[in-house]
């Protein structure tokens, strides 16, 4: 059904359950992430929620399976089932809801601002909000871990997983020092990870 904001409702199916990586800046690698996660997962579907211009996923099929009644463009990869958009979407409010699954692990690739997602009205903000888990990406500079600060005091460090792309074996002394209170209290529990 659509609701007031022009967006769909949504619920995951009784057993689904749902990750979201967010990106905490353009190119932070969360669809790389998202696709990983979902591979290393085995059975597993990725929704890409994104405009049709910003997709990351567009080549991450091996197989085209066509486009669904509502839009969504399907693909596979190995056992990863990628949906994704063929149309522009205005905003996250607009995202049209994912189609309805038997797969047990939805990883919903959320290519929106975090400070966009956290305020959405619709099911794509509702579901980042109300998510058991968040997984945040950022890149190895200084800009890339201020953004990863921001992103974990809009999302909950507690529930918060965060993937720092590129980073080497040992962190350059300027992305270290660059760490705030957040992440480096992820970084203790083991759930800052590159």
Do not use: F, H, M, N
């Not at 601002?113 to 305020?119: R, S």
């Not at 200084?142 to 507690?158: H, T």
Request: charged letters at 20%; a neutral charge; hydrophobic letters at 45%.
């Amino acid at each position: 059904s659509r609701s007031a904001s022009g967006g769909s409702e949504w619920s995951p199916a009784a057993g689904e359950q749902v990750v979201a990586v967010v990106g905490c800046l353009g190119g932070a690698g969360a669809s790389t992430v998202a696709l990983g996660l979902a591979t290393s997962a085995g059975s597993a579907r990725v929704v890409e929620c994104c405009t049709v211009a910003t997709s990351g996923l567009a080549g991450a099929s091996s197989a085209e399976l066509g486009i669904t009644a509502d839009g969504w463009v399907q693909g596979s990869r190995e056992e990863v089932l990628i949906e994704r958009r063929s149309d522009r979407i205005e905003g996250p409010s607009r995202c049209p809801a994912p189609t309805a699954t038997t797969v047990p692990l939805t990883i919903l690739d959320c290519a929106w601002d975090v400070d966009l997602l956290t305020a959405d009205a619709g099911w794509l903000g509702t579901t980042v909000r109300e998510a058991r888990v968040v997984v945040a990406v950022t890149r190895p500079t200084i800009p890339g871990l201020r953004r990863l600060e921001a992103a974990l005091a809009l999302l909950g460090a507690p529930r918060t997983l965060a993937v720092v792309v590129g980073i080497e074996k040992r962190w350059p002394k300027p992305v270290e020092q660059a760490l705030g209170p957040y992440a480096r209290e992820l970084r203790a529990a083991g759930r800052l990870v590159g």
